[in-house]
Structures are given as C-alpha cells and as structure tokens.
C-alpha cells in the first residue's frame, strides 16, 4: 500500500497540490498517493481524524483552515508558532506536528529560482493576514535592511510589526505614507488579486531594478503585476514558484528527500 497524503480546503477543485506531488514522487521513485479533500467549513478536525484513522501520514493545508490547522497541533515548529499558522502537518503515532511552508516556498523562488539578494535590501510587504504572517519570518532571516508592512488597516500592521520586531527591521505604515518611500521588493500578499482589484500603491515605491512578486498568480500578469509594468518594473514573478517551492519543503519533511522543482514550475506554467 502507497503512503497517503492529502492537501485539506474549501474550495479545494482548483488546487495544483495533487499534480505537483505526484510529479515530486514520480521523479523521486516514493511510494505514495495524494489526494484533495474538501471538508465543509465546520468540519475540518472531523476530516483529519478521518484521514489519520485511514493511514494517513501527512496533510497539507490551505484556505481557511491553516489557522484550525495550528490548533489541533500537538507541537509546532518555530516557523509555525510564530506565525500562527499551519500549512503542513505531519502525523506520527499520537503526534501532529504542525508546520509552515509558505515563506521557506517565497524565499526560495526569490533567493535560488529568481537570483535576488534579500540581505541588506528595502522589502515592501502588503497585507497584514495569513499570508503576509506565514513569510515574515523567513524573510526576516535573510536580514533585511528594513521590511516595511503596509495594510489599508494600518493597526493590524502595527500589530505585526510589533510581533515580528525582535526578529529583524520592521516598520508599519498605511498605503498613503508610502509616497516618497523606495523599495527594492514589493510583495503583495493581499488576496485583491483573486476579485481583480490592486491596493492603492503608490507607483512612486518601486525601485530602479526593483522585484515586483504577487503571491497569487492566474492566466496571465495579476492586477498587481501590471500595475507594476504599467509604472517600468521589468522584474515580474507571480506566486507559481512559490507554490512549487513550498510543496517540495512539504515533501521534503515528509519523505526526508527534496524533489527538483525548476521542471515542475515549467510544467506548470503553460497549463495556466
């Protein structure tokens, strides 16, 4: 019998998770099986011991459970605990390790796919949620000269910045105090993208030779990403390397081998 795996949500129909890992296996020679499970906004914890009590070894976790996720663990991870969020969960016997991918999946697209430096640069991060608390951490670790959190609720970026401050450079700032500031990444970790709208980003905030990268990605350039080349970015990257990223740091937790993921990214690419 494969080993199980599974990615958990609600919508789940849309996710690339199932074809990414069976590529991750393919090309590692692991015997597994992974599987999309939609559960009802009310059932998740229902779902998992469902899941566990059929084998399962492992779950990835997306939209809106990552933080239902953190709570039924039994131990997480520092990357998880300090965002309060779980994306990855690993079961052993009355164990669930909880853990989080998400900015391990972004630092990587950045630093190794796309060749950027973090160390000692000007980082912009829009959005003050599950995705921007998911990557602050990593981020951070690269050392940053200053990572700015822009949200149109300013509060909840305060409420981050003092979170995450012991761990690097974090300033706050609402999207109209922007005007007159430089970055040289720009990461949107809104959802706007997903109902095609943008936050109101001032134009002035890219840098010459400035990264613009939204965590969301579609058929063609995000709203984000056009505004972007609209105002002359000419370094683009939308969330696909993330995803792929992020799911072979799963895998790799899980089956203690990391797939390469330059060809799954290329494969992925056309299909959208």
């Not at 300090?82 to 990587?108: C, S």
């Given at each position: 019998?494969?080993?199980?795996?599974?990615v958990?949500?609600?919508?789940i129909?849309?996710?690339?998770?199932?074809?990414?890992?069976a590529?991750?296996?393919?090309?590692?020679?692991?015997?597994?099986?992974?599987?999309?499970?939609?559960?009802p906004?009310?059932?998740?914890?229902?779902?998992?011991?469902?899941?566990?009590?059929?084998?399962?070894?492992?779950?990835?976790?997306?939209?809106?459970?990552?933080?239902?996720?953190?709570?039924i663990?039994?131990?997480?991870?520092?990357?998880?605990?300090?965002?309060?969020?779980?994306?990855?969960?690993?079961?052993?016997?009355?164990?669930?390790?909880?853990?989080?991918?998400?900015?391990?999946?972004?630092?990587?697209?950045?630093?190794?796919?796309?060749?950027?430096?973090?160390?000692?640069?000007?980082?912009?991060?829009?959005?003050?949620?599950?995705?921007?608390?998911?990557?602050l951490?990593?981020?951070?670790?690269?050392?940053?000269?200053?990572?700015t959190?822009?949200?149109?609720?300013?509060?909840?970026?305060?409420?981050?910045?003092?979170?995450?401050?012991?761990?690097?450079?974090?300033?706050?700032?609402?999207?109209?105090?922007?005007?007159?500031?430089?970055?040289?990444?720009?990461?949107?970790?809104?959802?706007a993208?997903?109902?095609?709208?943008?936050?109101?980003?001032?134009?002035?905030?890219?840098?010459?030779?400035?990264?613009?990268?939204?965590?969301?990605?579609?058929?063609?350039?995000?709203?984000?990403?056009?505004?972007?080349?609209?105002?002359?970015?000419?370094?683009?990257?939308?969330?696909?390397?993330?995803?792929?990223?992020?799911?072979?740091?799963?895998?790799?937790?899980?089956?203690?081998?990391?797939?390469?993921?330059?060809?799954v990214?290329?494969?992925?690419?056309?299909?959208?």
């Amino acid at each position: 019998m494969p080993d199980l795996y599974a990615v958990i949500g609600n919508p789940i129909a849309h996710s690339k998770s199932p074809f990414i890992h069976a590529e991750f296996s393919r090309q590692t020679g692991q015997d597994m099986r992974y599987e999309a499970i939609l559960a009802p906004p009310d059932g998740f914890t229902i779902a998992v011991t469902t899941f566990r009590q059929c084998g399962g070894k492992g779950m990835n976790v997306t939209v809106p459970f990552k933080l239902e996720a953190c709570n039924i663990s039994t131990r997480l991870t520092e990357r998880a605990d300090v965002a309060q969020a779980v994306n990855t969960l690993i079961f052993d016997d009355n164990e669930i390790l909880g853990d989080n991918t998400d900015g391990d999946g972004l630092v990587r697209d950045i630093v190794i796919n796309l060749g950027f430096v973090i160390t000692g640069k000007r980082v912009l991060l829009m959005g003050a949620g599950g995705a921007a608390r998911g990557v602050l951490l990593p981020l951070l670790e690269h050392q940053p000269r200053m990572l700015t959190i822009a949200n149109r609720t300013v509060q909840k970026a305060r409420e981050l910045q003092q979170q995450f401050s012991s761990y690097g450079s974090v300033a706050s700032s609402d999207y109209a105090d922007l005007v007159g500031q430089k970055f040289d990444f720009v990461i949107n970790a809104t959802s706007a993208s997903l109902s095609g709208e943008l936050p109101p980003l001032p134009p002035s905030v890219f840098a010459a030779e400035s990264l613009a990268y939204d965590m969301m990605y579609g058929s063609g350039l995000t709203p984000f990403l056009q505004f972007a080349q609209q105002h002359g970015v000419i370094h683009l990257a939308d969330g696909i390397g993330m995803l792929v990223e992020q799911a072979a740091e799963s895998f790799s937790l899980w089956r203690g081998v990391r797939p390469e993921t330059e060809p799954v990214i290329e494969m992925l690419r056309p299909e959208l």
